[in-house]
DNA sequence: TGCAAGAGTGGAACGACGTTCCAGCCCTAG
DNA sequence: CTAGGGCTGGAACGTCGTTCCACTCTTGCA
C-alpha cells in the first residue's frame, strides 16, 4: 500500500484523520459543541469541507471519534499494582477527569454508547472486582452498574461544570441554587432545605469518589 | 389578568406552552432529537414558527421544558410507606422507567442539568436516606451520589437503548456487541472475553435496580 | 358605541449549518 | 510519458433555528 507515502509526500501538513480529530477536539474544548463546524474545521485546517468528508464520514463519526480518543488517552496508563480499590479508583479518576476537562464528552457518551474504549474499562473494574472477591454470579451486574456508574455520574458532573464555565463563577451559580432551594420552603422540602447550604462548598471530584467507594463498599458488603 | 380568558376565547384549540411541550414530546418520542423541528411543530399545531417563538424562548428552552414535563410526572406520585429501601426504589425506577420510555430526555440531562423537579428527587432520596440512619455528615454526598448514579445511569442505558429502538432487534445489537467483546483476545482481556456471553440475555431494568441496591448496601453498611 | 393599544398569530426571509458534488491537482504504476 | 486514482478545495443545495413584520382579534377606555 502507498498510502502512507503518499500522504506524507502529498503536503507537509497532510491531512489525516487524526489531525482532524485533533483539530475538533480543541475546537469542542474552546467552545463546546456548538463550536464544532465542518466550516471553521476546513478554515481551521486551511482546506475545504469536501477533503474533510474523505476522511470522516460525517459529523456523527467525528464527534465519536474525538470521544473515543479522549477516553482512550484516560485509560491507557493504567497501573494495576496498588491494589485492586485503588487501581479501581484510579481508573475511575481517570475518567472523570478527562470528562471534566472535556465537558462534551458528557453528553456524547449520551447520545452514542459502546465506545471503542469501553472494553478497556470493563476490563480493568472487572477484573478488579474480582480480585476484591465478588462472587461470580454477580461480577457482570456489579461491573455493569459500576462502569455505568462512573460514566453517567462524570457526565452528570460534566453537564454542571458546563453551567459555571463560560465565565461565571461555580460558587456563585451554585449560590444562585442554593437560595432557590433554600426557599422552597421546609414543610415540603425539609431535607432539601436543609442540605442546600453545602451545595457551593462541595468538591465535585471528592463527592464522585465517596460514590465510587460507597459503591465498592456495597459490592464488597453484599457476601 | 385577563390573558386566561383571552386565549380561551381566541381560539377553540388556543396555543400555549402545555400544548406545545406536549406536541414536542410526542414529536421526540416518534423519531428522537432530530425530528423535534419548529416547522414540524407548527405544522402539527396548525400555526407558524412566530407564534410558538412568542410562548417559548428558543429550542433549548423547549428542550428544558419537556425534560421537565416529563421527570415530573415520574417523581410526583411517590407514596413513602413502604420503608425507606423501597421508597427509594420505587422512586429510582421511576426516574428510570421515564427516561427509557423517553430516551431523548437521557442525553438532554447531560446537556442540562438542574431541571426543576431535581428538588423532588433529591427531598424523596435524601430524607429516605435519613430514615436508613445515615448520620448528618454523609448525608448531603450519600444522596447527591444517588441522584447522579440514578440519573446518569438511567441515561447510560437510554443510550444503549436507542440503538436498538430503530428497528433492529435488541438482542441482535447486542449480540453483535458480544461478538465483538468476545474477539478481543483472552490474553490481554480476559474478563470481557469470559463475560461476553452475558451481555445479550441481561434485563437492563434489574441490572438498574442491582446496582441501586448495591449502594445502598454500601451506604448502610459504612456506619 | 367607537377606537387606540396590545396580546397573539402566521408566514416570509435571513444566515448558518451539514452534506453533496465536481472539477482539478499531483503522485504513481505501467 | 501518460492514464488513473487518491486526495483536495470550494461552490451549491436543502434544512434548520431564529428574526421580523404585517395582520387579526380582543379588551379597556372615552
Redesign the pocket.
Known amino acids: 500500500m ?2 502512507r ?3 506524507e ?3 507537509a501538513d ?2 489525516s484523520k487524526e489531525r482532524i480529530v485533533e483539530a475538533a477536539i480543541e475546537m469542542l474544548d474552546a467552545g463546546g459543541e456548538k463550536a ?5 474545521l476546513a478554515e481551521r485546517l ?6 474533510i ?3 470522516v464520514a ?3 463519526d467525528l464527534l465519536a471519534a474525538a470521544t473515543d480518543c479522549v477516553i482512550a488517552h484516560a485509560v491507557t496508563d493504567v497501573a494495576g499494582d496498588a491494589g485492586p480499590r485503588n487501581t479501581i479508583r484510579t481508573i475511575a479518576l481517570g475518567v472523570f477527569d478527562a470528562i471534566d476537562a472535556h465537558p462534551w464528552v458528557g453528553a456524547q457518551l449520551a447520545r452514542r454508547p459502546w465506545l471503542a474504549a469501553l472494553p478497556h474499562i470493563f476490563e480493568g473494574f472487572g477484573s478488579q472486582l474480582e480480585a476484591l472477591g465478588v462472587p461470580e454470579p454477580m461480577l457482570f451486574d456489579s461491573t455493569s452498574a459500576l462502569v455505568a456508574h462512573v460514566l453517567g455520574v462524570a457526565g452528570q458532573n460534566a453537564a454542571n461544570g458546563r453551567l459555571y464555565a463560560q465565565g461565571t463563577d461555580r460558587v456563585a451559580v451554585l449560590g444562585t441554587v442554593a437560595e432557590q432551594w433554600a426557599r422552597l420552603g421546609p414543610e415540603r422540602f425539609p431535607f432539601v432545605h436543609r442540605v442546600a447550604a453545602q451545595l457551593p462548598g462541595h468538591d465535585d471530584r471528592v463527592q464522585f469518589l465517596a460514590g465510587v467507594d460507597l459503591f465498592l463498599r456495597g459490592v464488597t458488603a453484599a457476601h
Chains 1, 2 share one sequence.
Open positions: 502507498t498510502t507515502q503518499h500522504r509526500a502529498r503536503r497532510a491531512l464544532l463546524t465542518f466550516r471553521g486551511s482546506t475545504g469541507s469536501g477533503a468528508y474523505w476522511h460525517n459529523k456523527d
